[in-house]
């Protein structure tokens, strides 16, 4: 069974900086590109960024190009979510997800709630 | 970026109703579109990729169709298990973007 389990998250000040983590079981993680998606209280999905198998390409949504890092530890079966001078538009509940082949998302995570607020 | 409409934002049914969900790209996807279901207080589940696949375990009253830049999710015979909000994604490019989503509620 396949399980994708965030943490790290928590309440943070403005401009202040967190670490999301994602353990993942039940597949081989280093054959699958993993995803962040967001979602703000009572609102949509928003992705956030994308990493291949090997680190080797890398994406973010412009929200957060320059402030997130995604990152793996493929001997760990963990992903990161590096996350710095955070903003109250940040705040939601953050996925991470297993990335298909194809580019949909095929799994997802519980979500940890991440909070920027002062 | 692709830009995804998705219509209606909200919609009420009755059991046994087919309901029908637009999602409209800015622009062709080629087919590269999911449909997801999330309930209240969980996280997304696929039930459809590729336009029109079914993912294993989604009941067969959930079915997709489309291409270019119109898609749509057909539910028949709605249960009342399958209240909840719908989320269509297109991964033909990056950034990947979702349809602001469908909130479907029993009449």
């Known amino acids: 069974e396949v399980q994708l389990v965030e943490s790290g998250g928590g309440l943070v000040q403005p401009g202040r900086s967190l670490k999301l983590s994602c353990l993942a079981s039940g597949f081989t993680f280093s054959n699958y590109g993993m995803n962040w998606i967001r979602q703000a209280p009572g609102k949509g999905l928003e992705w956030v960024a994308s990493?291949?198998?090997?680190?080797?390409?890398?994406y973010y949504a412009d929200t957060v190009k320059g402030r997130f890092t995604i990152s793996r530890d493929n001997a760990k079966n963990t992903l990161y979510l590096q996350m710095t001078s955070l903003r109250s538009e940040d705040t939601a509940l953050y996925y991470c997800a297993r990335h298909s082949y194809y580019g949909y998302n095929r799994d997802w995570g519980q979500g940890v709630m991440v909070t920027v607020s002062s | 970026d692709i830009r995804m409409t998705q219509s209606p934002a909200s919609l009420s049914a009755s059991l046994g109703e087919t309901v029908n969900i637009e999602c409209l790209a800015s622009e062709d996807i080629y087919s590269d579109l999911a449909w997801y279901q999330q309930k209240p207080g969980k996280s997304p589940q696929l039930l459809i990729y590729n336009a029109n696949s079914l993912q294993n375990g989604v009941p067969s009253r959930f079915s997709g169709s489309g291409s270019g830049t119109q898609y749509s999710l057909k539910i028949n015979s709605l249960q009342s298990e399958d209240v909840a909000t719908y989320f269509c994604q297109q991964y033909n490019n990056y950034p990947r973007t979702f349809g602001g989503g469908t909130k479907l509620e029993l009449k």
């Open positions: 990493i291949s198998s090997s680190s080797s390409y890398i």
